[in-house]
């Protein structure tokens, strides 16, 4: 679908919203406080009716998961006692009784990491692209799908004691080399189908950052681009670039500001474009949103992205933040996304939605907040530390 110490450090230029990072951090200290909901700032005025749709969702892979648990590097809660919250909760229709079903069944414990509650919170969004099946006229820029010659390894299923860690390829010789970056995809030599031809190079470019967009084709009929795969390699904000060659000024690095000048810079803006080798793979998607890491549409205000080496997936939160413009943004929400820039235990990304309105928003969010789990009463959830 992505993400400092400047003005307007945003997810979607100078860092990544989509795919995983293949950089390996150290776990920090982790920890659960147990709070009340009276202590949740805005709890009576959240409106749960745009929730519902994020709790089915999730609560129907959650219902139909063969694992017994909920589980990260550091936290480990049984599923069971969730699936049976979840039957019950997917089949109450009044946003009130299930705010008050939540809060009779359910507790909030604040999440803290190294003695701090406090994170980062950014937003990503939608994004929007123009589209034919067919290359003729202003339609010449490939959307590729996942390559025929790419190479998915785990490094887990050969040793139990390597890292939990994913790396990408293709076979060379008999060997396992890395995939080819976006230069040299930009070149040609890739093996892959194309699922789409866009008219413009900066919108594909952030839709790739983004991970998903809406397309409009000729006709005007919409259809959704999803997230297949990625290169394997690192990412590099666009925006982090620009700033480092002192081609924008740091007040300038906001998402359209960002977006103007790659448009306005033909093949300069594409020479810099390439310096980010990570190149994202997508699909066509037949869903009324942009698809998760869980594996279902993200709702807007609703779906929250996550480290999943902090937090397990499917897990109901309680986020509390402020929106660009400084209000207060206090919402229940689904863990059920993850992005490459979104590391550490109180580190969220909040999306926002589709449009350019959400494009706007999502790209001046960087704010300060906190978030808490819902566990099921009675629940003891494992904490390795």
């Given at each position: 679908m992505l993400k400092r110490g400047l003005i307007f450090v945003f997810c979607i230029f100078?860092?990544?919203c989509s795919g995983e990072d293949k950089e390996i951090r150290p776990i920090e200290h982790f920890a659960l406080q147990k709070s009340s909901f009276a202590a949740l700032d805005g709890w009576t005025e959240d409106n749960l009716a745009s929730f519902q749709k994020a709790l089915?969702?999730?609560?129907?892979?959650?219902?139909?998961?063969?694992?017994?648990?909920?589980?990260?590097?550091?936290?480990?809660?049984?599923?069971?006692?969730?699936?049976?919250?979840?039957?019950?909760?997917?089949?109450i229709s009044d946003t009130v009784q299930l705010k008050k079903y939540i809060e009779n069944n359910f507790e909030p414990y604040l999440v803290v990491v190294?003695?701090?509650?406090?994170?980062?919170?950014?937003?990503?969004y939608e994004a929007a692209i123009r589209a034919s099946f067919?290359?003729?006229?202003?339609y010449q820029y490939p959307i590729y799908g996942k390559p025929k010659d790419l190479v998915e390894v785990q490094l887990k299923d050969f040793d139990k004691s390597l890292p939990n860690r994913?790396?990408?390829g293709r076979v060379k010789n008999g060997k396992l080399v890395k995939y080819y970056t976006r230069e040299e995809i930009d070149a040609g030599?890739?093996?892959?189908?194309?699922?789409?031809?866009?008219?413009?190079?900066?919108?594909?470019?952030?839709?790739?950052?983004?991970?998903?967009?809406?397309?409009?084709?000729?006709?005007?009929?919409?259809?959704?681009?999803?997230y297949a795969d990625n290169n394997g390699h690192r990412f590099k904000g666009i925006g982090s670039i620009l700033l480092e060659k002192g081609l924008i000024e740091s007040g300038e690095a906001s998402m359209p500001k960002i977006r103007e000048w790659l448009q306005e810079n033909g093949e300069t803006a594409k020479k810099n474009m390439l310096l980010n080798e990570r190149y994202i793979f997508h699909k066509i998607v037949k869903a009324d949103g942009p698809i998760g890491a869980m594996g279902v549409p993200l709702v807007?205000?609703?779906?929250?992205?996550?480290?999943k080496n902090y937090i397990p997936l499917g897990v109901m939160m309680w986020l509390e933040t402020t929106t660009p413009d400084g209000e207060a943004l206090n919402k229940?929400?689904?863990?059920?996304?993850?992005?490459?820039?979104?590391?550490?235990?109180?580190?969220?990304?909040?999306?926002?939605?589709?449009?350019?309105?959400?494009?706007?928003?999502?790209?001046?969010?960087?704010?300060?907040?906190?978030?808490?789990?819902?566990?099921?009463?009675?629940?003891?959830?494992?904490?390795?530390?």
């Open positions: 100078l860092f990544s089915v969702s999730v609560c129907n892979v959650i219902g139909q998961t063969s694992q017994k648990s909920l589980k990260s590097e550091v936290l480990e809660i049984p599923v069971a006692p969730y699936r049976e919250k979840c039957q019950e909760m997917v089949d190294d003695g701090h509650s406090k994170g980062k919170f950014t937003s990503y067919k290359r003729g006229g202003k994913r790396i990408v030599k890739i093996d892959a189908p194309v699922i789409l031809w866009g008219d413009n190079p900066v919108d594909i470019y952030i839709m790739q950052i983004q991970g998903a967009a809406v397309a409009t084709l000729p006709n005007g009929k919409k259809i959704r681009v999803g807007a205000g609703r779906s929250l992205a996550v480290d229940l929400v689904m863990a059920e996304d993850v992005g490459s820039a979104i590391k550490g235990g109180v580190r969220g990304d909040y999306f926002w939605g589709h449009g350019e309105e959400a494009f706007a928003e999502a790209g001046r969010m960087n704010s300060q907040g906190q978030y808490f789990v819902l566990l099921p009463k009675g629940v003891k959830a494992e904490i390795y530390d």
